[in-house]
């Protein structure tokens, strides 16, 4: 199957491939709180309350992930509203080791140049899912791997960058406005740098409770973009779980 052919429910059946200890994990729980009662006087409403807390998160989360990576327009890239998928592009593409944009994007600009880099290191990016994500999806063809705060490209070299469901895996600060400063460096004067992201707001904890503080607010992108010198020139909102901040240089007009 082509990397930019995605599969029916593929990316329900990644979460739960990926995250499948989480999910036998609280199968176990339900269970046992199910049978306890059994056993227990005067523990019914206290144990059915508990896997009540467990189920319904769970099954919220699987749903907006069901309805984000698999019925939206995120992997279409039809939000993008393209007027240069016919010009010939230098295109980078940054992620974190889990690659699902980059035949996408290639199919999106076939006519253009795709570069594209991998930016994950074991000893930062340490989840169990994004090793089993490795394992079971090849790198795409001509993947470099990169040090997301030195990047091996040329300055003014790129015409779109794009970190997709990525960015927000560099968890420090300082090391974020850096790798935003080095994809400043790398656009051109009238290019485009295209970060998509989960934010950490109402709607992310709705959908997935603490989880959501694995993501970044709006507060902290706008105040990491403005000190990486990249101006905000459109937002897009996917849908309402996920965002792209569109980036130019800052003076850069189009």
Not at 94 to 112: M, Q, V, Y
Not at 145 to 151: E, G, H, T
């Amino acid at each position: 199957m082509e990397a930019s052919i995605r599969k029916p429910l593929q990316g329900l059946r990644n979460i739960v491939r990926f995250n499948w200890h989480y999910y036998l994990l609280s199968i176990t729980a339900v269970v046992v709180l199910l049978i306890v009662p059994h056993y227990l006087d005067h523990s019914k409403v206290v144990c059915y309350t508990l896997a009540s807390l467990i189920v319904i998160p769970t099954m919220v989360s699987l749903g907006v992930s069901t309805y984000v990576y698999d019925f939206s327009d995120l992997y279409s890239f039809r939000w993008l509203n393209n007027k240069q998928e016919d010009q010939e592009l230098t295109i980078l593409n940054l992620h974190a080791g889990f690659d699902e944009s980059s035949g996408l994007i290639k199919k999106t600009f076939n006519k253009s140049t795709l570069l594209v880099g991998d930016f994950y290191e074991p000893s930062k990016h340490t989840e169990i899912s994004i090793n089993r994500a490795r394992n079971a999806y090849p790198a795409y063809p001509g993947t470099i791997s990169v040090n997301a705060v030195d990047l091996p490209f040329k300055d003014r070299s790129a015409d779109k960058i794009f970190a997709f469901l990525s960015a927000h895996e560099i968890r420090k600060e300082e090391e974020r406005i850096t790798f935003l400063k080095e994809l400043n460096r790398i656009i051109k004067d009238k290019g485009q740098v295209l970060i998509t992201e989960h934010l950490r707001d109402m709607a992310n904890f709705l959908a997935y409770n603490i989880g959501f503080f694995h993501f970044h607010s709006r507060g902290i992108w706008l105040r990491a973009f403005k000190s990486a010198g990249l101006k905000l020139v459109n937002e897009k909102k996917i849908t309402p779980f996920i965002s792209t901040f569109i980036l130019e240089k800052n003076g850069t007009t189009s």
